[in-house]
C-alpha cells in the first residue's frame, strides 16, 4: 500500500536530475550565466541568492492510524531560488498540526533537499493532518489521510462439494458418489498449479479415489478427488477436510456431507448354455443392479460357489470384480456329472442370485491296477496265518474317465485262471476316488495267480502277480553264520566282538514274512542286548551281536539247556566242551516244531603261545626265548618255511592278526603270506567241524599257517659266506605282540 522511503527519494533525485538539464538548456540559450553552477550565485557577481520556492512532497497520501513502526510517512521539501536552481545550506521547518514530525528542523543537502518522518503514535484518530514546511519566510503544505489498519492480502483454499453433474451436492451415496474440488489461490488472488492437497474424513463413512485422498492442482489451482461410502449399508453425516500449503502458509478448508444406504441388488445369474457335455463350459454373467439400472459408481466384488467346485469336480473363480456393473466368470467342469447349484453373492447384498447347469456324466475308459496289500505282493498258503504272516491278498484297481480322472460309480468284475484261490467278491462299484478293492484268499498249495479287473463296456486290466508260499520256516533252510569265528577275547572284554547272523526261507526258498522271532544262546561269553535275547527278521534274516567276557570255559556240559543241546541226536548233540570255544544256538518254534543251527567262536588269546614250525618228520615247537637255526642255503636260493600261529588254548590267533619279517640283518624279507590271520573255524584236518565237534582236547591245534620266506642280501657273484638273523613279529588287533628269533646262513657256491 506504502512507497519506501528509499524508493521515494530516488524518484525525487531524478526529478531533479530533469530539472537541472532544463535549467542548463536555458541558460545555453540566454548566452549568459555561468552553466556549470548550480547552486549559490549563478552570476558570479557575488550576491546572496534568496529563497523563491519551496515544495513539500509526502512518500504516500495517508498514514495507518495504529502508529506501528513501520507505517511512517516520508516528508520532503526542495528548495530552489529565482533563477529555479537548488538551494543547499538553508534551514527548514516542519510543522503537522497533529502527530509526530522526526525531526522538526533540517539543512538542505547539495540537492537541496530536507528530509523528515512523520507519525501518529498515540493517537488512532481517523482524522486529516496538515503539514507545514518553511523556509526563508516561504511556506508550503501538505494533507495527509489518517486512516484504520488495511491487513495484508493471504493465500486462499475453499472447498465445494459437487455431484458427477457438476452441481453442488452434500448428499452422498454409493449410487451419487460426490466430488471434493478445493480452489488454490495465492496472495494476489492468482490459481496455485501443483499444490498437494490432502483430504482427510471419517474411514467408517466414506473412501477416496484415489484411495491416498491425495491430489495436485491444476493449471486454474484446482484438486479433486471422489467420495464415496464406505460400505452399501453405511449411513450418518461427516466432514471432510482439505489441507495445503502455500508460500509456507497452511491453509485448510472442509465441507460438511451426509451418507445414505444404497439398496443394491444383483440381477439373476445368465448362463450362455444351461447344460453342457462332460467337461464342457459356460459363461456366467451376473448384473449389479441400483433399483432398476445397473450399478456402474464402485467396483464390488462378486463371490461365485457351487456343490461341485467344492467337491473338487468343477473350476469358477472364487471372486470376480464388477466392469461396468457386471461380473463374469467362466465355469469349467471337472467331471462333476450331475445338475450343478451355482449361486452369486456379494458383501452388502442380503439376497444372492443362483442358477442350475445340467452337467453329463464322463465315460469310463480305462482300468488300471493300482495297489496290493502286502506290499510284497506275497501270501502264505491256508492254516499258515500269522503274525507277519497272512493268507488274503487286497488288490485295489482305479478306473479313470476320457479325460484320464477318477471316476465313481463304475461297476467293475474280477476274475482270475487259478483254480487255487478264491475271490472273496466278484464285483463291485468304485467310490469318490474311482477305486475299487477286491481280496483274494490263498488255498492249500504254493502257487502265484493274476486277478483280471474288467468294466461294463468291455474295458479291463490284470493285477501283478501274487505269490502264495508256505510262509513257515523250515529246518534246512534254516541258516546260521558268524563274522569273525576268531576274536581275541580271551583276556579282553568287549563290547561287540562279532556279530552272528541268521537267515530263515520256507520250503519254496523265499525269505519268510517279517516278523520271525530268532532266539539266541550260548555257553560262555554273551549274546543279543539287554532287553532281547535274539532279534526279528526283516525279509527273512536278522542279527545280534557277541561278546567276549565270562564264562570262557565251560565247567558243565550242555548248560545252558538249549535246542540245539536237547532236541538234537547224535554226535552233534553236546555243546564243544573245549577251552575257549563258544557254542552259539539259535533257535525259532513253528506250529511245526523247533527249528535250530548252532555255530562256534574261538575266544582266541593275546600271546602267539604255541608256534609251530612244519618240519619233513612233523612239526617243532618255537620258542620266544631260543633262537630257532634254519641252517645253511646258498647265497643264489631263498628259505621259505611254514609256521603255525596258536595261541595259549591251541586255538587260533584273533582274526586280523598280524605276521610280519622283521630285525631282518644280512637278509632280504620276502614277505609272509598270508600276512594276517584270517577267520579260522574249528576244524579237523578234513573239513570244519560244526559246534566244535570233536575239538573237546585242547591239543588239537587249530591255528592258523603262514608261509615265511626270506632271501640272501649278498653282493653276486658271492665272495664270502654271511650268517643272517630276522624275527617273526605277531601283532593282534588289540596290540599284543609275541616275537620268535630266527638264524639262517647263506654260503657261496
Not at 469318490?432 to 478293492?437: D, K
Not at 600261529?645 to 586280523?656: Q, R, S, T
Not at 570244519?688 to 653276486?716: C, E, F, M, T
Request: charged letters at 10%; hydrophobic letters at 35%; glycine letters at 8%.
Amino acid at each position: 500500500m506504502y512507497k519506501t522511503t528509499t524508493g521515494f527519494i530516488k524518484s525525487i533525485r531524478q526529478w531533479l536530475a530533469l530539472l537541472c538539464c532544463a535549467t542548463l538548456l536555458a541558460a545555453c540559450g540566454g548566452g549568459g550565466g555561468n552553466p556549470g553552477s548550480t547552486t549559490g550565485n549563478p552570476s558570479g557577481t557575488g550576491n546572496t541568492p534568496k529563497v523563491a520556492s519551496i515544495v513539500l512532497i509526502s512518500s504516500a497520501d495517508t498514514i495507518a492510524s495504529s502508529g506501528a513502526d513501520g507505517t511512517e510517512v516520508t516528508l520532503s521539501a526542495l528548495v530552489k531560488d529565482a533563477n529555479n536552481l537548488v538551494m543547499e545550506n538553508q534551514n527548514v521547518d516542519f510543522k503537522a498540526d497533529s502527530g509526530n514530525i522526526v525531526p522538526v528542523k533540517l539543512i538542505t543537502d547539495n540537492t537541496g533537499m530536507a528530509t523528515a518522518k512523520l507519525n501518529v503514535k498515540g493517537d488512532a484518530t481517523l482524522r486529516t493532518i496538515t503539514v507545514t514546511a518553511t523556509v526563508g519566510g516561504i511556506s508550503t503544505t501538505k494533507k495527509i489521510q489518517v486512516v484504520a489498519n488495511v491487513p495484508p492480502p493471504t493465500p486462499t483454499a475453499t472447498m465445494t462439494l459437487v455431484n458427477s453433474s457438476g452441481v453442488a451436492s452434500s448428499s452422498l451415496s454409493a449410487a451419487t458418489p460426490l466430488t471434493a474440488r478445493t480452489s488454490v489461490r495465492d496472495k494476489d488472488n492468482k490459481p496455485v498449479a501443483n499444490a498437494l492437497v490432502t483430504y482427510t474424513a471419517d474411514s467408517a463413512l466414506v473412501a477416496f479415489s484415489p484411495s491416498v485422498g491425495t491430489a495436485l492442482t491444476d493449471a486454474n489451482g484446482l484438486a479433486e478427488v471422489t467420495l464415496r461410502p464406505a460400505s452399501l449399508s453405511v449411513s450418518g453425516a461427516g466432514t471432510v477436510n482439505a489441507a495445503v500449503s502455500v508460500a509456507g502458509t497452511a491453509l485448510t478448508t472442509s465441507a460438511n456431507f451426509s451418507v445414505g444406504a444404497t439398496a443394491i441388488t444383483l440381477g439373476p445369474l445368465n448362463l450362455s448354455s444351461t447344460s453342457i457335455p462332460a467337461y464342457g463350459s459356460t459363461i456366467i454373467t451376473v448384473d449389479v443392479l441400483a433399483g432398476a439400472a445397473k450399478y456402474t459408481e464402485q467396483q464390488l466384488n462378486i463371490a461365485f460357489a457351487s456343490n461341485c467346485v467344492s467337491a473338487g469336480k468343477a473350476t469358477l473363480a472364487a471372486t470376480v470384480p464388477t466392469s461396468n456393473g457386471t461380473a463374469q466368470v467362466v465355469y469349467r467342469d471337472q467331471g462333476c456329472g450331475n445338475t450343478d447349484q451355482i449361486t452369486a453373492s456379494a458383501s452388502g447384498i442380503s439376497k444372492s442370485s443362483t442358477a442350475s447347469l445340467a452337467i453329463a456324466a464322463p465315460q469310463a475308459a480305462s482300468i488300471q491296477f493300482s495297489a496290493a496289500s502286502p506290499v510284497d505282493r506275497s501270501i502264505v498258503i491256508k492254516g499258515q496265518g500269522g503274525i507277519g504272516r497272512t493268507e488274503t491278498a487286497t488288490l485295489t484297481f482305479k478306473v479313470f474317465d476320457t479325460f484320464g480322472k477318477p471316476l465313481a460309480g463304475q461297476n467293475v468284475k474280477f476274475s482270475t485262471a487259478s483254480t487255487n484261490v478264491t475271490i472273496n467278491k466278484a464285483s463291485d462299484s468304485t467310490d469318490a476316488n474311482g477305486e475299487v478293492i477286491t481280496t483274494v484268499n490263498s488255498g492249500s498249495v504254493p502257487t502265484s495267480f493274476r486277478i483280471i479287473a474288467t468294466l461294463d463296456n468291455g474295458a479291463s486290466t490284470t493285477s501283478d502277480s501274487i505269490v502264495v508260499t508256505t510262509g513257515a520256516p523250515v529246518q534246512r533252510a534254516f541258516s546260521l553264520s558268524v563274522g569273525k569265528p576268531n576274536v581275541e577275547g580271551w583276556s579282553n572284554d568287549d563290547v561287540a566282538a562279532t556279530t552272528v547272523n541268521v537267515l530263515v526261507a520256507d520250503q519254496a526258498g523265499n525269505p519268510v514274512p517279517d516278523g520271525l522271532p530268532v532266539v539266541f544262546q550260548t555257553n560262555l561269553g554273551a549274546i543279543g542286548s539287554s532287553d532281547k535275547g535274539g532279534c526279528n527278521t526283516t525279509n527273512g534274516g536278522c542279527s545280534v551281536n557277541y561278546r567276549s567276557q565270562a564264562p570262557r570255559i565251560a565247567t558243565e556240559l550242555n548248560s545252558p539247556a538249549t535246542p540245539c543241546n536237547t532236541l538234537a541226536t547224535g554226535p552233534e548233540k553236546n555243546d564243544s566242551a573245549r577251552i575257549g570255544l563258544a557254542t552259539v544256538c539259535a533257535s525259532t518254534t513253528t506250529s511245526t516244531g523247533t527249528l535250530y543251527r548252532k555255530t562256534s567262536i574261538f575266544l582266541s588269546g593275546s600271546v602267539a603261545e604255541n608256534v609251530y614250525m612244519s618240519t619233513p618228520t612233523g612239526a617243532t615247537k618255537l620258542s620266544t626265548k631260543d633262537v630257532t637255526d634254519l641252517g645253511t642255503v646258498k647265497s643264489t636260493e631263498s628259505r621259505v618255511f611254514i609256521l603255525q600261529l596258536n595261541d595259549v588254548n591251541n586255538n587260533p590267533m584273533p582274526a586280523g592278526t598280524a605276521v610280519e619279517i622283521t630285525s631282518v640283518v644280512n637278509a632280504v624279507a620276502i614277505g609272509v603270506a598270508p600276512a594276517t590271520v584270517q577267520s579260522v573255524f574249528p576244524h579237523t584236518d578234513t573239513a570244519d567241524v560244526a559246534g566244535g565237534l570233536g575239538l573237546d582236547d585242547n591239543n588239537i591245534r587249530q591255528g592258523s599257517y603262514h608261509q615265511i620266506s626270506i632271501g640272501s642280501a649278498q653282493a653276486k657273484p658271492c665272495l664270502t659266506a654271511l650268517d643272517s638273523t630276522f624275527s617273526v613279529r605277531v601283532t593282534t588287533p588289540k596290540g599284543s605282540v609275541t616275537s620268535y628269533p630266527f638264524k639262517l646262513a647263506f654260503s657261496c657256491p
